[in-house]
């Protein structure tokens, strides 16, 4: 038709695509879950428009249909939501949107058997179609407009939109099904994947007058009435992650300052660290069961940001618009209680189950390491929640926390000594140790700086002072009574009487060192070392100097 316009999809797109359809990846039931979850969403955001709009009431239920056609080799995912205009059809089906998915797309070119599963969660979930599919039809009509559209692609490239009369409100993707997959048109192959896969939708999916899925809302459930597997189907079905089972859930319920249910999950691998880039927000937002923001960043600081889950308050309006949700008090008052259950339930876990914590603690301690510095309140808990390499350990695999570090030290030890080093082994060779060997005083040993800015910054725990031990001003514990440490006492004071000529050699090496150094000193902390290097009273540790100098390159 002279209608029909033709578009190129943008190149990262279409990178996407010749991945997808060429993929050998067998678990293409993600597909179905990755369209009906776009329904949902389309039925979410129509729902909160009526909540809000008059105009747009009607008394159509808002529902998902599944129309399968054996015959035709066809399938179709029908929903009655907000539909897509023109150019949201332009833009939301031609160009990457979402931040994650650059970084998804390199990872999976680089990497053959990447898990095709997670695409939901990079915002591109949509073009999984094209693993089912040879041709696509994206057949809609936005609520806002009168005139529907007809757009379709085959996947190799570009895709036309023409327009198209008499449509309902709402979207149908219409699959054209590849060679080999007519079981997508099988009525009993897409129950079971709705059962397995969209059990949680909080809209009906039906098929013919048969709703597939049970519309639960987890988090609002009694404990008593739910098992690991309910749990860990809702994560599934939360994250969009395939088979895994999540490393730990909160489940609770608060009843002041404010009444909130909500389900937290913290999810088995961190994807960040694998190379996909910052993942958004996995927190929801609802008001009695029903969605009213997705991607909720008020909800949980930035340092628990890897946690998915719901916050459903009965004391929030539904047509709570978004600008007031980000000036309401509410949410400062629901992250409170929800950012001291989820540290309670760390510390506790800590506590009763070191191996499990530090399975987490491997995976997320440095984005939670993030609030020792950003939440002020909370520090010191996140703090005691921190593991390092300590010299209690030489061999240094085992972690250590701060308060175990405390009830191994003397009671009239004052400092917490830590030194920073590029690695374990170089650390291990720092001249500044001996005297702690010596004496016996446990030294927390950095090898990530990020850690050496941390306790630098934090300066005191559990009342005990933070230490580099390569600081010209070192007190040792026995050192306190007599308040003479030995750095502090310039060489010429000191009795010579042990190292007669001392003097002398002290001066020789100012003279020949000049600008160099600062002064130079007799030293007590030595045992084998000839000489160490220290730093002036106040300056920063030589790991911070070293960062610091190649951050400014
Ligand atoms: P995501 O769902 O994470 O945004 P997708 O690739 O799954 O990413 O979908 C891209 C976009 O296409 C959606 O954000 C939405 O704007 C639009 N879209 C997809 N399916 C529908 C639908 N059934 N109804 C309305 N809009 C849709
Ligand atoms: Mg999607």
């Given at each position: 038709?002279?209608?029909?316009?033709?578009?190129?999809?943008?190149?990262?797109?279409?990178?996407?695509?010749?991945?997808?359809?060429?993929?050998?990846?067998?678990?293409?039931?993600?597909t179905i879950?990755?369209l009906?979850?776009?329904?949902?969403?389309?039925?979410?955001?129509?729902?909160?428009?009526?909540?809000?709009?008059?105009?747009?009431?009607?008394?159509?239920?808002?529902?998902?249909?599944l129309e399968p056609d054996s015959?035709g080799r066809t399938l179709s995912i029908?929903?009655?939501?907000?539909?897509?205009?023109?150019?949201?059809?332009?833009?939301?089906?031609?160009?990457?949107?979402?931040?994650?998915?650059?970084?998804?797309?390199?990872?999976?070119?680089?990497?053959?058997?990447?898990?095709?599963?997670?695409?939901?969660?990079?915002?591109?979930?949509?073009?999984?179609a094209?693993?089912l599919a040879?041709?696509?039809?994206?057949?809609?009509?936005?609520?806002?407009?009168?005139?529907?559209?007809?757009?379709?692609?085959?996947?190799?490239?570009?895709?036309?939109?023409?327009?198209?009369?008499?449509?309902?409100?709402?979207?149908?993707v219409k699959l054209h099904l590849?060679?080999?997959y007519?079981?997508f048109s099988q009525?009993?192959?897409l129950?079971?994947?709705?059962?397995?896969?969209?059990?949680?939708?909080?809209?009906?999916?039906?098929?013919?007058?048969?709703?597939?899925?049970?519309?639960?809302?987890?988090?609002?459930?009694?404990?008593?009435?739910?098992?690991?597997?309910?749990?860990?189907?809702?994560?599934?079905?939360?994250?969009?992650?395939?088979?895994?089972?999540?490393?730990?859930?909160?489940?609770?319920?608060?009843?002041?300052?404010?009444?909130?249910?909500?389900?937290?999950?913290?999810?088995?691998?961190?994807?960040?660290?694998?190379?996909?880039?910052?993942?958004?927000?996995?927190?929801?937002?609802?008001?009695?069961?029903?969605?009213?923001?997705?991607?909720?960043?008020?909800?949980?600081?930035?340092?628990?940001?890897?946690?998915?889950?719901?916050?459903?308050?009965?004391?929030?309006?539904?047509?709570?618009?978004?600008?007031?949700?980000?000036?309401?008090?509410?949410?400062?008052?629901?992250?409170?209680?929800?950012?001291?259950?989820?540290?309670?339930?760390?510390?506790?876990?800590?506590?009763?189950?070191?191996?499990?914590?530090?399975?987490?603690?491997?995976?997320?301690?440095?984005?939670?390491?993030?609030?020792?510095?950003?939440?002020?309140?909370?520090?010191?808990?996140?703090?005691?929640?921190?593991?390092?390499?300590?010299?209690?350990?030489?061999?240094?695999?085992?972690?250590?926390?701060?308060?175990?570090?405390?009830?191994?030290?003397?009671?009239?030890?004052?400092?917490?000594?830590?030194?920073?080093?590029?690695?374990?082994?170089?650390?291990?060779?720092?001249?500044?140790?001996?005297?702690?060997?010596?004496?016996?005083?446990?030294?927390?040993?950095?090898?990530?700086?990020?850690?050496?800015?941390?306790?630098?910054?934090?300066?005191?725990?559990?009342?005990?002072?933070?230490?580099?031990?390569?600081?010209?001003?070192?007190?040792?514990?026995?050192?306190?009574?007599?308040?003479?440490?030995?750095?502090?006492?310039?060489?010429?004071?000191?009795?010579?009487?042990?190292?007669?000529?001392?003097?002398?050699?002290?001066?020789?090496?100012?003279?020949?060192?000049?600008?160099?150094?600062?002064?130079?000193?007799?030293?007590?902390?030595?045992?084998?070392?000839?000489?160490?290097?220290?730093?002036?009273?106040?300056?920063?540790?030589?790991?911070?100097?070293?960062?610091?100098?190649?951050?400014?390159?």
């Open positions: 038709a002279a209608d029909k316009e033709q578009f190129t999809f943008q190149t990262e797109i279409k990178q996407l695509l010749h991945l997808l359809s060429h993929s050998l990846y067998q678990n293409r039931e993600i879950r990755e009906v979850s776009n329904a949902s969403d389309a039925l979410d955001k129509m729902r909160f428009i009526q909540v809000n709009e008059e105009q747009y009431r009607d008394d159509e239920d808002l529902v998902i249909r015959e029908v929903d009655n939501g907000i539909g897509l205009t023109h150019d949201e059809l332009i833009s939301n089906l031609g160009t990457i949107a979402h931040s994650g998915s650059l970084e998804f797309l390199n990872k999976l070119s680089g990497d053959a058997a990447a898990d095709l599963s997670l695409i939901g969660q990079f915002g591109v979930g949509f073009y999984s094209f693993m040879d041709r696509v039809e994206v057949i809609t009509r936005s609520y806002q407009e009168s005139t529907g559209w007809r757009w379709e692609s085959d996947g190799s490239g570009s895709f036309t939109i023409e327009p198209a009369e008499d449509l309902p409100r709402g979207t149908t590849k060679e080999g007519d079981e009525e009993e192959r129950k079971y994947i709705i059962r397995k896969h969209s059990t949680f939708v909080p809209h009906p999916v039906r098929l013919g007058d048969e709703q597939l899925n049970e519309q639960r809302a987890v988090w609002a459930e009694p404990k008593s009435q739910l098992d690991d597997e309910a749990y860990d189907k809702f994560y599934q079905y939360l994250t969009h992650r395939g088979d895994e089972s999540p490393l730990w859930r909160l489940h609770l319920s608060s009843d002041s300052p404010i009444q909130f249910h909500t389900l937290v999950y913290c999810p088995a691998t961190n994807l960040e660290s694998m190379g996909f880039g910052r993942v958004e927000h996995g927190m929801h937002l609802c008001a009695k069961r029903i969605l009213v923001q997705d991607d909720c960043r008020e909800l949980v600081p930035e340092y628990m940001r890897f946690l998915y889950g719901i916050v459903d308050s009965a004391d929030l309006p539904l047509n709570v618009s978004r600008q007031a949700l980000q000036d309401d008090t509410i949410f400062r008052k629901i992250r409170k209680v929800l950012v001291k259950r989820v540290l309670d339930h760390l510390t506790k876990m800590a506590e009763q189950q070191p191996e499990e914590y530090l399975t987490f603690y491997r995976q997320f301690g440095t984005i939670l390491r993030e609030g020792v510095s950003t939440d002020f309140e909370n520090r010191e808990k996140i703090a005691g929640l921190m593991r390092f390499q300590s010299s209690h350990d030489d061999a240094g695999d085992k972690l250590t926390s701060l308060g175990e570090y405390i009830e191994r030290a003397g009671e009239d030890q004052k400092q917490i000594y830590y030194l920073g080093g590029a690695d374990l082994s170089a650390i291990e060779k720092n001249p500044n140790l001996e005297i702690f060997r010596k004496k016996k005083l446990e030294v927390l040993y950095l090898a990530d700086p990020v850690d050496e800015i941390m306790l630098s910054n934090l300066m005191t725990y559990d009342g005990k002072q933070l230490t580099s031990i390569d600081a010209a001003d070192l007190a040792f514990p026995e050192d306190e009574e007599t308040d003479k440490s030995e750095d502090e006492t310039p060489a010429e004071e000191k009795d010579e009487s042990s190292t007669p000529g001392f003097e002398k050699v002290v001066s020789l090496f100012k003279e020949a060192l000049g600008d160099m150094a600062e002064d130079v000193r007799a030293s007590k902390r030595l045992t084998d070392s000839p000489v160490c290097l220290v730093n002036p009273e106040g300056a920063m540790s030589t790991q911070m100097q070293k960062v610091l100098r190649m951050s400014n390159k």
